[in-house]
């Protein structure tokens, strides 16, 4: 039988720790640079050339987006590859997605401005504070997340629910609810 040896992006996606004298480190940051690369590329285009700001983003996430996404730059992403886009997505300007465990935004989900959706974390031991793991972060069909908010590692906010301006999202959000604070605390349900 033969074992299979998980590259170092399979083993990030998974949510292992990945430390930087990892032997493999080097290939996660040929993309991490790419990133920089293409986010620095669509943060100079004209905000109306919404057709060479798919492509370039397109280049980023490594799939082609549907023609109805719409985004407004600027747009800041630690990695790309990871970033799965729905149909009739809007992101508004100024949005941090650190996209290592994995981002996905389902079909008409509304993303606010300053939003930052942050799959990475480190360690809570100093001896480890320097390595990351990742957990992915889902955003269900029309879900609608506020200005400002921060969604953490590992959190489904679910089809419908709104996300309130500013809030810190730390544990899942059901369908059909409004959470807003800092922790998010549900608020009504739908």
């Known amino acids: 039988m033969e074992h299979h ?15 930087l004298d990892d032997p493999e480190y080097l290939q996660l940051y040929a993309v991490i640079r790419k990133a ?11 905000a109306d050339d919404e057709e060479e700001i798919r492509r370039v983003f ?14 407004i730059p600027p747009f800041y992403s630690d ?15 100024a949005c941090t997605f650190m996209d290592r465990g ?4 389902e079909d008409y989900v509304l993303i606010g401005p300053k939003v930052n959706l942050i799959t990475t974390n ?3 031991e100093p001896a480890q504070r320097r390595s990351t793991y990742s957990r992915p972060i889902v955003i269900q069909e029309k879900a609608w997340i506020g200005a400002n908010a921060t969604i953490m590692p590992g959190i489904t906010i679910g089809e419908n629910a709104i996300v309130g ?20 605390r549900l608020v009504k349900k739908l």
Do not use: C, Y
């Open 36 to 46: 920089i690369r293409l986010t620095a590329q669509l943060n100079t285009l004209p």
């Open 165 to 184: 301006a500013g809030a810190v999202v730390t544990k899942d959000v059901p369908a059909n609810s409004i959470v807003a604070g800092v922790p998010a």
């Open 79 to 93: 990695f790309g590859h990871n970033i799965q886009i729905g149909r009739n997505v809007f992101v508004n300007h």
């Open 5 to 19: 040896v998980k590259s170092i992006f399979e083993r990030d996606l998974s949510g292992e720790i990945i430390r």
């Open 122 to 124: 480190h360690p809570l």
């Open 58 to 71: 397109s280049e980023l996430i490594n799939k082609k987006v549907d023609d109805t996404f719409f985004l």
């Open 102 to 105: 994995g981002i996905t935004l």
